[in-house]
């Protein structure tokens, strides 16, 4: 599902509302914490769980380590 959402402005930040649709489907609410993933496509926003940060953390201490070697691979 794809939405169309505008940014705001909340003190010295930036930020959105999320559709009703999409917040029930997700089984998302009020004070519920989620991830904000920047990623080369764009922005990814997945809910809480409490592995995703181990694992994400874990990737980018793999991917700084491992850099040249991944980029070789990349070719």
Do not use: C, W
């Amino acid at each position: 599902m794809i939405k169309e959402v505008t940014l705001r402005r909340y003190g010295g930040s930036l930020g959105t509302t999320l559709p009703k649709t999409m917040t029930d489907r997700l089984n998302l609410g009020a004070g519920d914490k989620a991830y904000a993933v920047e990623t080369e496509h764009g922005i990814l926003l997945t809910p809480y769980d409490p592995d995703f940060l181990r694992v994400m953390e874990a990737e980018e201490r793999i991917s700084k380590k491992y850099q040249n070697a991944l980029r070789e691979l990349a070719k």
